[in-house]
């Protein structure tokens, strides 16, 4: 309910937005609703993409290619920590870019093989 509405809105209107948090899905008892139960299933996706997890390193691969300010168009990068950010370099150029929610995004990581260090005693 909102103040300036005080008309009472449902998941069963078919909502647009699919970014409700974990704890309030939790709340909600079962339905048959096909508009309430296609909304949960874009929430609960939405969620799960959300919490995927990036390694400083790994190569990730986006959908859809992105265009940036500069004029670069890429897919496939490669994932650098800085502290809680998220940036994000060019496999050739060495680039480095940053995208805007870039974990509610489609990307699948690229597997690599990773050479480790070999100590000899």
Known sequence: MSSTNPTRLTE????????????????????????????RRRCVESLERRSRKVADGDRIRLEEP????DGYVGQEFIVEKRGRRLVLRTPESHGRYWISRLMERQWQIVPTTKVHKTIFA
């Open 12 to 39: 069963t209107m078919g909502s647009c937005e699919a970014n409700c948090p974990q704890a309030i899905l939790d709340l909600l008892t079962p339905t048959e609703n096909e508009h309430a139960l296609d909304w």
């Open 66 to 69: 992105v265009t940036f300010a």
